[in-house]
């Protein structure tokens, strides 16, 4: 799993941010579209691409994109 792909998985959620507006230091739940909606869509993503489950302490204890992607990481 590379992070540019990774971000790239992240940035699918939103309606209106494109890939190249992220980083692995962006800070997900300051985007304006964040919501709990995005939220179930994340998950699902990630479900679908790395097939791993995220908790929804998971969500809450991480702050960047990073942090989900190291969680991501550490269950493959």
Not at 50 to 74: E, F, P, Q
């Amino acid at each position: 799993m590379n992070e540019i792909e990774f971000v790239k998985n992240f940035a699918s959620i939103f309606d209106e941010i494109e890939d190249n507006e992220l980083t692995m230091d962006t800070e997900f739940k300051d985007i304006d579209e964040w919501s709990s909606l995005t939220a179930l869509a994340l998950l699902a993503v990630i479900d679908e691409e790395y097939d791993v489950k995220l908790t929804n302490n998971d969500l809450k204890n991480s702050v960047t994109v990073r942090d989900i992607y190291n969680i991501v990481n550490n269950h493959k």
